[in-house]
């Protein structure tokens, strides 16, 4: 227990970490970072669901081919097999076509789209299942029509493929919703408020995941971290690859692998950093050498952050819509404005987390893992000092910043409220140095539409 606290204490005493209130996570069953490798491996992947639609149309097209040849059903003169077979060539190379147009036109949209908001949104559109799905039935529908052509009139009396007919007829009016569906979630996730509100759902998410400790077991935390020495690590394991990003991290599984080696871990890195090559991942603490090996396995690196286990990267979104908002060659201060809002409500949520240095705990209350995670002051300098800096000249962004901040002060507990006032100091110079004296005034009037229903001292 001396060598874990002391391997704690570490950490808490390096120079720059500021004092802490911890985020607890006692071990639970494992979370295999391989499992999360295939997962997001097959989520953002292209080819899983039209693959799985491909093998579904074929065994339709063969299975309907052989029930009709083995029960034909009589329709009488209506249809012959001659023209069976024309309406099942023209589906076919007509939905080839329709497939190939649809494709580019949807990933025009998702291009103008990304280019207009962030290019750190692009991975974020690519995880909207409606385009695998529209796109797997049009290659299906298809390959059914290719197939049912091929089928259509093989033995030597001409059968009528009339289920043929009839599941082509199902698969055409199918298409035809999932294009309109297409296109309607296309043009949905092209209005930012629609992109800003579910990025402010998913961070909740993260944030509960992220910091799940309760209050009581983040004061014992910060009690034991107050209370060791500082002591050197006895291994460091580093990045034997290229440089990347910390994606994630198996939290249960490192903490698993500490107390099997009576050690402590821990993460030289945040969720969201870039690890260079060659930089340490990780530090061990206690008498024991643990598999470099093992470590590694439970770290995710990857080419770009996610949203998964990083609870400020859906605030880096949404600021690098606001910030490409107020640039010059766009000059949009009210989708700035949509932005803050989406930025108050997830800044409200995340002051009731116990936020700072993650710890996970084993069954005996024993520290296995230590993880730098953002701190409030983090959080509240990621959300508003950029928008601050280029949109204090702005009317609108300036009035919505102090009606944020008013708001803000009054509602967080009395612990988060620094940060927020010297938020508000800072606001005051840029608008001091932005406008002149005479207009001062009317850009620091706190107003939650930017322009619309602002706050006065005095009713008129």
């Given at each position: 227990m001396a060598q874990v606290d002391a391997a704690v204490g570490s950490f808490a005493g390096r120079e720059g970490v500021r004092p802490w209130v911890a985020t607890v996570t006692r071990v639970q069953r494992p979370t295999r970072v391989r499992w999360h490798r295939l997962v997001a491996s097959l989520r953002d992947s292209y080819w899983l669901v039209p693959a799985i639609y491909v093998v579904l149309a074929l065994a339709l097209a063969f299975g309907l081919a052989r029930w009709d040849d083995s029960d034909p059903i009589d329709l009488g003169s209506s249809f012959s097999a001659s023209s069976?077979?024309?309406a099942l060539s023209a589906l076919g190379s007509g939905m080839l076509a329709f497939t190939g147009f649809v494709t580019s036109i949807v990933l025009m949209v998702i291009q103008f789209g990304t280019s207009e908001f962030s290019p750190r949104l692009?991975?974020?559109?690519?995880?909207?299942?409606?385009?695998?799905?529209?796109l797997s039935t049009f290659i299906a529908t298809f390959l059914f029509a290719l197939v049912a052509t091929a089928q259509v009139g093989r033995g030597a009396d001409a059968v009528v493929p009339t289920r043929l007919l009839v599941a082509a007829l199902v698969l055409t009016l199918l298409s035809i919703a999932m294009f309109l569906v297409l296109i309607d979630r296309t043009a949905n996730q092209l209005r930012v408020a629609n992109v800003a509100q579910r990025l402010d759902i998913a961070a909740r998410k993260v944030f509960d995941s992220v910091y799940p400790a309760s209050a009581t077991e983040a004061a014992a935390a910060a009690e034991t971290a107050r209370s060791i020495s500082d002591r050197p690590p006895a291994q460091t394991v580093g990045n034997d690859g290229v440089g990347a990003?910390?994606?994630t991290l198996d939290r249960p599984g490192l903490a698993r692998i500490a107390k099997n080696h009576d050690a402590v871990i821990e993460l030289v890195h945040a969720v969201g950093d870039h690890v260079p090559a060659g930089g340490a991942l990780a530090r061990v603490y206690g008498d024991h050498a643990v598999p470099e090996r093992r470590i590694r396995q439970a770290l995710v690196l990857g080419d770009e952050r996610t949203i998964d286990d990083d609870p400020a990267f859906a605030i880096r979104m949404i600021v690098d819509i606001a910030i490409k908002a107020l640039s010059p060659a766009v000059n949009d201060p009210t989708t700035a404005v949509?932005?803050?809002h989406r930025i108050e409500d997830l800044l409200r949520y995340a002051a009731s987390k116990h936020l700072s240095i993650g710890v996970v705990v084993d069954d005996e209350g024993m520290t296995r893992l230590v993880y730098p995670t953002p701190t409030w002051d983090d959080l509240v300098e990621l959300a508003l000092t950029e928008i601050r800096a280029f949109g204090a000249g702005q009317y609108q962004i300036a009035r919505r910043l102090h009606a944020l901040l008013d708001g803000l002060i009054a509602d967080v507990p009395e612990r988060r409220r620094p940060a927020l006032v010297a938020q508000q100091a800072l606001l005051e110079d840029e608008v001091t140095s932005a406008f002149p004296e005479s207009q001062r005034a009317a850009a620091l009037v706190p107003d939650p539409q930017?322009?619309?229903?602002p706050r006065r001292s005095t009713p008129d």
């Open positions: 069976a077979s024309a692009l991975r974020w559109f690519r995880r909207d299942n409606t385009l695998k799905f529209a990003v910390f994606v949509q932005c803050l930017g322009l619309g229903m």
